[in-house]
């Protein structure tokens, strides 16, 4: 299993394949996610309704560990949804 985390400048809620998985924060921390190694769709909402400028990440995820997650940034857009 791999493991990322997803970060953004807010809390929003984290799809992996299209599927929804958890918000990317728990409490202050940065949730760890799982996967199987491969090819993945990693989208994220913004629950403050702020767009991302790359709400969807088509990437690899391989070789990481509970101890070094990849880690994915998103970034906020200056337009909103």
Do not use: W, Y
Request: some cysteine.
């Amino acid at each position: 299993m791999e493991h990322f985390k997803v970060a953004c400048p807010g809390k929003g809620k984290v799809f992996i394949d299209g599927v929804f998985k958890a918000e990317n924060f728990t409490g202050i921390e940065l949730r760890s996610f799982v996967c199987t190694s491969g090819l993945h769709d990693i989208s994220m909402v913004c629950d403050k309704g702020n767009a991302c400028q790359k709400a969807h990440q088509r990437l690899m995820i391989r070789n990481t560990s509970q101890d070094s997650p990849q880690l994915i940034q998103f970034e906020c857009s200056t337009l909103t949804v």
